[in-house]
């Protein structure tokens, strides 16, 4: 089946500094999102990708569409402590396929 | 405003009951889904429906059963088979699967089941 690789597992940074992270997949794909999960909540959509080599900004959130269709990466710009959180990349085939998550990449915040 | 709600937020389960975990969508989506997450873990899909009186099994659907009477409802019934049900429960929905509707998922804020 699908697998997803998602990186970093876990960050731990200060506040104030810039954060990487991508998913990449077993095969191509059309779709690419990224969420995040507050501690006790339910994921939110942060952005949505549906071409390749889309770039989209969420305010200090941007995210990119591999070229290959086969990855995606999130940049955190400047970050503040109500990052903190769990984000997961997501990404779908086709029409008809369901969503694979990635296993998720921890944000930690020093202030 | 339209969104998912899942209830109850918390609850408490000795071994060998059965419990219900009730999930309610606004959004008329035809589509509507079960995880469960694992502390430190991802999402792992249990169950999904894609339309009303219609549900498939996910990769961990064992120890789990699920109905869909109505397209706004979707409720997910952790039996005494569920050899460890404590975990964080998510519902969430989206539109039908050959749509574009599809691509996003909408999640309820989860419940958090403890087996004592």
């Known amino acids: 089946g699908q697998q997803l690789n998602q990186s970093p597992q876990s960050m731990f940074i200060q506040e104030g500094e810039d954060v990487s992270m991508n998913c990449t997949s077993s095969s191509i794909f059309n779709t690419w999102l990224w969420y995040k999960q507050d501690p006790g909540e339910g994921p939110v959509l942060l952005i949505a990708?549906?071409?390749?080599?889309e770039l989209t900004s969420n305010g200090r959130l941007t995210a990119q569409f591999g070229i290959t269709r086969k990855d995606s990466f999130l940049n955190i710009s400047a970050s503040i402590p109500s990052d903190v959180g769990i984000y997961f990349c997501?990404?779908?085939?086709?029409?008809?396929?369901?969503?694979?998550f990635g296993g998720g990449t921890r944000l930690m915040v020093k202030p | 405003d339209g969104g998912i709600t899942q209830s109850p937020k918390y609850l408490f389960r000795k071994e060998g009951q059965n419990v219900t975990l009730s999930c309610e969508q606004n959004?008329?989506?035809?589509?509507m889904y079960w995880y469960r997450q694992d502390p430190g873990q991802g999402l792992r899909l249990i169950y999904y429906s894609q339309i009303v009186n219609d549900f498939q099994k996910g990769d961990i659907a064992e120890g789990y059963s699920v109905s869909r009477e109505k397209k706004e409802s979707f409720p997910l019934t952790v039996t005494s088979a569920q050899k460890n049900p404590t975990a964080f429960y998510l519902c969430a929905s989206s539109g039908h699967y050959l749509s574009s509707g599809a691509n996003v998922l909408t999640f309820g804020a989860g419940s958090r089941l403890t087996v004592l």
């Open positions: 990708l549906y071409k390749a080599g």
């Open positions: 997501a990404g779908r085939e086709n029409a008809g396929n369901m969503l694979t």
């Open positions: 959004l008329n989506h035809d589509a």
